[in-house]
């Protein structure tokens, strides 16, 4: 059997043991996690107000990208689509590989006819992963659209070589 003594101690120490967990600091989920949730149940403005606040406070460079990127997905939604390609933008300024960025961005300029941008996209999205299939379908898709068959030929064959359909499509018309 154990002391009064004794026991009051054992009391003292979990006591102390729970009031010093209590105000440890607890992990927090971060901004981008609540940006993700908040999108994820289609609260985007209140997904963008997260993803800002992640873009700025994000030490790492690629997960600040990807909170802006997300942004302008959700802006996308909002259909507030000047907003959208500035986060892309925006996105890739901060971190010059954001892919996703990269493609969208060169999309936007593809759809509206501007060959030499959406080509810089897709270039520079071709340097960062050289097995991007739909960036060598998008270029090959430009050249031909420009009359330059022999790069579309080449850059329709690297894209169907890594899988893209629509690149051997095009391969087979001709």
């Known amino acids: 059997m154990m002391s009064g003594g004794k026991m009051k101690r054992i009391i003292s120490l979990l006591c102390m043991s729970l009031f010093v967990f209590a105000c440890t600091p607890q992990p927090q989920i971060s901004d981008y996690k609540k940006g993700i949730e908040a999108a994820k149940n289609k609260q985007y403005e209140q997904a963008i107000v997260f993803f800002d606040t992640a873009a700025k406070t994000e030490q790492d ?94 850059y329709f064959q690297k894209a169907a070589e890594l899988g893209s359909p629509e690149a051997q499509a095009a391969i087979n018309k001709k």
């Open 61 to 154: 460079k690629d997960i600040a990208a990807n909170a802006l990127y997300n942004a302008g997905l959700c802006y996308g939604i909002l259909e507030k689509f000047e907003d959208e390609i500035n986060y892309y933008k925006k996105a890739i300024e901060v971190s010059d590989s954001c892919q996703p960025a990269l493609y969208d961005l060169g999309m936007y300029y593809n759809k509206n006819g501007d060959n030499e941008n959406s080509l810089k996209m897709f270039e520079k999205l071709i340097q960062v992963n050289p097995t991007h299939e739909g960036a060598f379908y998008m270029v090959g898709l430009i050249y031909s659209e420009t009359g330059d068959k022999e790069k579309s030929e080449e």
